[in-house]
């Protein structure tokens, strides 16, 4: 693939690309339906960034239940700050449909004091987004109740008064820690409230001042 498809490289000269993929492997690997990418405490100092396919990340609970931390389901890099500083990984990343995969071997390698200074600034530019997208994760896993949960999400996600969810309502679930049969009753309750209506996969938001008194 053209190495200037991923955020991180697009702005790089071919002399720029030349240098750093001397330093390294570059892998493309095709994985199954349901296999793992990596697990919870493995430790591979790989980035991964998704070509085609859908990807879940997710960890598990002591009492076994899935939670979700993110869905994958258009070209995204992953793993990549856990591959620089070569830590275990906190979650498990699978494979939801058959997936194409680049792998970048040894990330780390790729700095240095002669690394292009736009990868360098495309990497601190990516790492500060995802920062920012955990911050408003965790705002929504932090809520109290499950309509709080609910109603933080679709703030966050919101566009014009639109969330389009392309998630099936069991990964939902995952995601605001619940069940499927919980979420459900709940957003049922949010219809009858008038705060909220939905059209397939489209949620639309009757009243956001409504939604944000919630929180």
Known sequence: ???????????????DLKTLTQKTKFEEKV??????????????GDMY????GSILVYKIDPNGKRFIIRKFNKPSIFGEVYSYFEEAFDFSAQAETKCKVLIIHDFKKLFGINSPYNFLISYINL????????????????????RQKIAKYLLVHEENG???????????????????????????????????????KNIKIISRSKIADII
């Open 127 to 146: 790492v500060s987004k995802k920062c920012l997208q955990l911050s408003r994760s965790n705002q929504i896993t932090s809520q109290s109740t499950l």
């Open 49 to 52: 960034y998704l070509i085609e």
């Open 162 to 200: 639109l969330v389009k969810i392309d998630l099936s309502r069991e990964e939902w679930a995952d995601i605001l820690a619940t069940t499927r049969p919980s979420l459900s009753r709940e957003l049922s309750k949010m219809i009858d409230d008038g705060l909220i209506e939905i059209k397939g």
């Open 31 to 44: 994985f199954e339906k349901d296999m793992q990418i990596f697990t919870v405490g493995e430790v591979t």
């Open 1 to 15: 693939m053209d190495l200037r498809q991923i955020p991180i490289f697009k702005n790089l000269s071919d002399e």
